[in-house]
């Protein structure tokens, strides 16, 4: 069982990695793609961190939260390499696309990291309600509350 705090910054990083996912949507279909791709990165780095949380873990860097996801999960064999794949491809656009003033990011670059976002946040989701799973009728958020 987990702490209420803990319970709570894992319901809100889950909510905003939706809502970031979401509005990558909406960006994609009016031609903002390296919005989209910003936003895209960041479901995954909110769904990333909801699991962090879980851990203990907490950086202020994008990195090290990275590469601690890919020590205690990809190395272990709870997630694929397909994950941290996707996150590492996702992070290395999104920074590129914010930074890089030379860089133009394509449709279909963008709509591919998308949809690699929702594969990722549903790999999140089915972490955590098998892993705090009360019944199978629970909403994903709240499989874990306290």
Do not use: P
């Given at each position: 069982m987990?702490?209420?705090?803990?319970?709570?910054?894992?319901?809100?990083?889950?909510?905003?990695?939706?809502?970031?996912?979401?509005?990558?949507?909406?960006?994609?279909?009016?031609?903002?793609?390296?919005?989209?791709?910003?936003?895209?990165?960041?479901?995954?780095?909110?769904?990333?961190?909801?699991?962090?949380?879980?851990?203990?873990?907490?950086?202020?860097?994008h990195t090290s939260c990275i590469t601690e996801f890919q020590k205690s999960y990809v190395k272990t064999g709870v997630f694929s390499s397909l994950h941290s794949d996707i996150l590492r491809d996702a992070f290395k656009t999104r920074n590129k696309s914010d930074y890089d003033i030379h860089y133009v990011v394509v449709k279909s670059e963008v709509k591919d990291q998308l949809e690699n976002a929702k594969v990722f946040l549903a790999a999140v989701e089915v972490y955590i309600k098998v892993r705090y799973q009360r019944d199978e009728n629970t909403p994903v958020t709240e499989h874990f509350r306290p």
């Open positions: 987990l702490d209420k705090n803990v319970y709570t910054s894992v319901e809100l990083r889950i909510e905003k990695a939706r809502n970031c996912i979401q509005a990558a949507e909406t960006l994609l279909s009016t031609g903002a793609y390296a919005d989209s791709a910003n936003r895209s990165y960041y479901g995954i780095f909110h769904a990333m961190q909801a699991i962090l949380t879980i851990a203990g873990f907490s950086s202020k860097t």
